[in-house]
């Protein structure tokens, strides 16, 4: 009886788990640095959460090199990505503005921009495009 019940519950637990988002990737190029961003798209295509940004950004004209992201969510709505948002968790109040559009399995090259109000650090406005990580 047990060996019949745990395929059955396990094709249960399968069929009625939540749909996953896809990880995407990509790259913004500040002059010659390249620099990775990483987010999720949920299963609906709704929204894009767990944004990373990977790379450098300048702070009082010298590189810094950080990984750093907001714990917001951004909305997607007809393909298109756009918003502003601030985060103060990380000790100093980071500002992220993100534009993107999605066609097919990419998001075109379009704006992104990070900024730290309480210092000089900021990534300026770069050029990103990602895809779906394989």
Same mark, same amino acid.
């Given at each position: 009886?047990? $060996?019949?019940l @745990?395929?059955a519950l396990?094709?249960? +637990?399968?069929?009625? +788990?939540?749909p996953?988002?896809?990880? /995407?990737?990509?790259?913004?190029n500040? %002059?010659q640095?390249?620099?990775?961003?990483?987010?999720? $798209?949920?299963? !609906?295509?709704?929204?894009?959460?767990s944004?990373? @940004?990977? %790379?450098?950004?300048n702070?009082? #004209?010298k590189?810094a090199?950080?990984?750093? %992201?907001?714990?917001?969510? @951004?909305?997607?709505?007809?393909g298109?990505?756009q918003?502003?948002?601030? !985060? +103060?968790?990380?000790? %100093?109040?980071?500002?992220?503005?993100?534009? #993107?559009?999605?066609v097919?399995?990419?998001?075109?090259q379009?704006? @992104?921009r990070m900024?730290?109000?309480?210092?000089p650090?900021?990534?300026?406005? $770069?050029? /990103?495009?990602?895809?779906?990580a394989e």
């Amino acid at each position: 009886m047990k $060996v019949l019940l @745990f395929p059955a519950l396990l094709t249960v +637990a399968i069929l009625t +788990a939540p749909p996953k988002g896809t990880h /995407w990737t990509g790259t913004a190029n500040i %002059g010659q640095q390249e620099n990775k961003i990483n987010f999720e $798209v949920s299963a !609906d295509g709704k929204h894009l959460s767990s944004l990373t @940004f990977d %790379g450098f950004w300048n702070c009082s #004209g010298k590189q810094a090199k950080r990984t750093i %992201g907001p714990q917001e969510i @951004f909305e997607i709505q007809d393909g298109k990505v756009q918003g502003v948002v601030q !985060d +103060a968790s990380s000790g %100093g109040l980071l500002r992220f503005v993100l534009q #993107g559009d999605f066609v097919g399995k990419a998001v075109r090259q379009k704006e @992104f921009r990070m900024n730290l109000s309480a210092s000089p650090c900021e990534t300026y406005t $770069v050029q /990103w495009v990602a895809a779906p990580a394989e």
